[in-house]
T-cell receptor
Framework: GAVVSQHPSWVICKSGTSVKIECRSL??????MFWYRQFPKQSLMLMAT?????????EQGVEKDKFLINHASLTLSTLTVTSAHPEDSSFYIC????????????FGSGTRLTVV | AQKVTQAQTEISVVEKEDVTLDCVYE???????LFWYKQPPSGELVFLIR??????QNEISGRYSWNFQKSTSSFNFTITASQVVDSAVYFC?????????FGDGTTLTVKP
């Protein structure tokens, strides 16, 4: 149980285009989803927290207009990287927390974004 | 604020050696989860273990074992009889109310 599916696994896009990454909870309702970013050879850093039906809370230094997060349902959150640039190339990973505390913190498999 | 320290940046061992990866955490919350993840060169994050703050029982899973000690705020990970396939970056993470803080990771290289 508590499976999180993230799609796509990898994506290559041209500079200036937008890319959408999906994070789905398959067998539980995710009241909260978290988005992390990992630059090469670095640790994972929290970008934003989203609660279903409300606006995401962004960490300091993360541009909310560039990284659009939508959490419209209890099973789906999306991260859209708008007007992507090569410096946005990174590994993006989501995690989800269920409405029951016992479900804890499950991560998706991550998305490797390369902007050329 | 939460903090996770993995003091060992890189470790290199020869196959069949035992190796312990250290993790020290800081939090004022009494309810939290601790995780270990493996990130192989392919990049995906592989879940290894999750522990909640109320369960200090150590765990063994095959060649892997974990030692959780609240008294020293440590959650160390030991690989017994290491193998080349264990080569990866290992992350320790602390989660409070779902928000995870990761350590900087330890790069383990197991040489044949």
């Amino acid at each position: 149980g508590a499976v999180v599916s993230q799609h796509p696994s990898w994506v290559i896009c041209k500079s200036g285009t937008s890319v959408k990454i999906e994070c789905r909870s398959l067998d539980f309702q995710a009241t909260t989803m978290f988005w992390y970013r990992q630059f090469p050879k670095q640790s994972l850093m929290l970008m934003a927290t989203s609660n279903e039906g409300s606006k995401a809370t962004y960490e300091q230094g993360v541009e909310k207009d560039k990284f659009l997060i939508n959490h419209a349902s209890l099973t789906l959150s999306t991260l859209t990287v708008t007007s992507a640039h090569p410096e946005d190339s990174s590994f993006y990973i989501c995690s989800a927390r269920g409405s029951e505390s016992v479900l804890g913190y499950t991560f998706g498999s991550g998305t490797r974004l390369t902007v050329v | 604020a939460q903090k996770v320290t993995q003091a060992q940046t890189e470790i290199s061992v020869v196959e069949k050696e035992d190796v312990t990866l250290d993790c020290v955490y800081e939090t004022r919350d009494t309810t939290y989860y601790l995780f270990w993840y493996k990130q192989p060169p392919s990049g995906e994050l592989v879940f290894l273990i999750r522990r909640n703050s109320f369960d200090e029982q150590n765990e063994i899973s095959g060649r892997y074992s974990w030692n959780f000690q609240k008294s020293t705020s440590s959650f160390n990970f030991t690989i017994t009889a290491s193998q080349v396939v264990d080569s990866a970056v290992y992350f320790c993470a602390l989660s409070v109310r779902g928000k995870s803080t990761f350590g900087d990771g330890t790069t383990l290289t197991v040489k044949p």
